[in-house]
């Protein structure tokens, strides 16, 4: 062999290792096509032609991008021209004020039947006003609904509602949907809500309730009744089932903190949902027409102890967090849809296929399912979101609870930070802002609870500030001048997060 020969093989193989160290230039988005449905692959970059030189690595970069970016949902619309955007300066962008106050508290008040009812409750310490912390929201027409989970004793009732439009912008809370439906830690029913955490409207006009059924979380964690669904309609107030998850699918130190509720093509009969454990890291499964459920685990659903340390104003505090924030990607032309999650103490977003979940069988054995969750991409430092939701303009958006602010991100175009937008950051209206919630209004609105949580749990808020808000933004101004509009054509430009993310993986 010349040595012509081997120095032109010797410097090939120099860039083909350059190659697999690398990786794709890219990012990636979990609505890709490929040859697993939902998977995340790493293809290396070709290399014909003017091996390695800037030009080809950028072409192969704008092929891949326009693979990409069409998303598991469908074409991309509007997109003009395929120049190469700049970068996204996601941590200080501080977006536009969206976000108008519906409601704002200092201290939680509640509407009894009487103010001898209410004197009397105070007295007995049944009702304690300082101990009581809103926490979930949704929205249903004129109505919005309020979770008051027992943090600690002294909450009365723990699912409310408030008229809209606001008349009253600090208006006590109406216990829904009457005070007989909640039961007392003292003397528990648990056939009655005990501690409700959040709540889901779904298209078929239901109200689904998260009830963890814990009291005292902060100073006695006491599992008084078993965690359950409850679902309502929304028409008459009527409850229509109660579902109680059966005892070996609840941990120890179990708190089931959030829920979504999956409907498909109206079929409201074989709706499913899907409960996140925060501190047991699983995901139970409930199929509505079957009557049962079965929890999902896996390794992904872990908190990141590299995300685990937060600071809030001043205070310092750890959390470890596991599966937390849960949102449904729009329904493919294949029948499936994506779960897109992530633990709270987390910068990482991921996805699993809702069949995968769905399917009990797969949860009988051991280690089937693994391979069908997949990362989607990192929000980077200071990304810990606790709950998101997905719009009909096929829009996630999130919540940034370190950052005061709410991000988003167009379904259609690669996770990474130049591509994750900024609705709203402001450290006043924002502060750690706890749930989200999308409605499902012709036109929708964003919901955001921001409630100072650190400081109830850890100091003592000032009750003669406001410390509670529920927020609300227009879904399609919430978007507008940020790269997630799906009309604005995705960011080219390099993230080193990003990268750093995928060779980690």
């Known amino acids: 062999m010349s040595s012509g020969r081997r120095l032109w093989l010797a410097l090939a193989g120099v860039l083909l290792v350059l190659a697999v160290i690398t990786g794709p230039v890219g990012s990636y988005s979990p609505f890709k096509k490929g040859p697993q449905h939902g998977s995340f692959t790493r293809t290396s970059p070709a ?24 998303p598991y949902v469908g074409p991309l619309v509007g997109l003009e021209g395929g120049g190469k955007r700049a970068a996204n300066d996601f941590l200080e962008d501080v977006g536009k004020n969206v976000f108008d106050t519906v409601y704002h508290w200092k201290v939680i008040d509640f ?19 300082e101990n009581n912390l809103p926490l979930g929201v949704d929205r249903f027409r004129d109505r919005l609904f309020i979770t008051t989970p027992r943090w600690n004793p002294g ?17 006590p809370l109406m216990p829904y949907p009457d005070w007989s439906y909640h039961t007392s830690p003292r003397n528990p029913d648990c056939s009655k809500m005990m501690s409700v955490y959040r709540i889901q409207v779904d298209e078929c006009d239901r109200l689904w309730v998260l009830d963890a059924g814990v009291t005292d979380t902060l100073t006695n964690l006491q599992q008084v009744c078993p965690p359950k669904i409850m679902a309502f309609d929304l028409q008459n107030d009527e ?19 959030n829920i979504v509720v999956d409907v498909r093509d109206g079929q409201c009969d074989d709706a499913f949902a899907y409960v996140a454990d925060v501190w047991r890291n699983g995901i139970t499964v409930f199929d509505m027409r079957k009557f049962k459920s079965w929890r999902t685990t896996n390794h992904l659903y872990n908190p990141n102890p590299l995300a685990s340390d937060y ?22 032309r294949s029948g499936d849809r994506m779960l897109l999650f992530h633990p709270m103490s987390s910068f990482m977003e991921f996805q699993v296929p809702a ?32 709950t998101a939701g997905v719009g009909k303009n096929n829009v996630q958006f999130f919540t940034l609870v370190q950052q005061s602010g709410v991000g988003c991100w ?17 450290a006043q209206k924002l502060t750690f802002p706890n749930d989200l919630k999308v409605d499902r209004e012709p036109q929708q609105s964003l919901w955001v609870m921001s409630n100072k949580l650190p400081v109830f749990l850890y100091d003592k808020l000032d009750y003669t500030q406001t410390n509670f808000r529920v927020l609300m933004a227009d879904a399609r101004k919430a978007i507008e001048n940020t790269v997630c509009d799906p009309r604005v ?7 080193a997060a990003q990268l750093e993310c995928e060779l980690e993986l």
């Open 47 to 70: 290399v014909n032609g003017e091996r390695g030189t800037v030009r080809e690595r950028e072409r192969e970069r704008e092929r891949e991008q326009e693979r990409l970016a069409t």
């Open 111 to 129: 509407m009894y039947p009487s103010l001898q009812l209410r004197n009397n409750a105070i007295r007995t310490r049944e009702f304690i006003p």
């Open 155 to 171: 909450v009365p009732a723990t699912l409310s509602y408030l008229p809209l439009p606001a008349q009253d912008r600090s208006q």
């Open 239 to 257: 409850l229509l089932f109660t579902y109680v998850l059966p005892e070996e699918q609840v941990k120890e130190d179990s708190l089931h903190t």
């Open 311 to 332: 600071n809030y104003q001043e205070l310092n505090f750890q959390w470890s967090d596991g599966v937390f924030g849960m949102s449904l990607a729009p329904v493919h």
């Open 355 to 386: 069949s995968i979940l769905r399917n009990e069988t797969v949860w009988e054995g051991f280690g089937l399912a693994a391979k069908a969750f997949q990362p989607v991409g990192t929000r980077g430092r200071m990304g810990q979101s606790s």
């Open 410 to 426: 167009d379904l259609g175009k690669p996770y990474n930070r130049n591509n994750l937008g900024v609705v709203e950051k402001n």
């Open 489 to 495: 054509p995705p960011s080219l430009a390099f993230d």
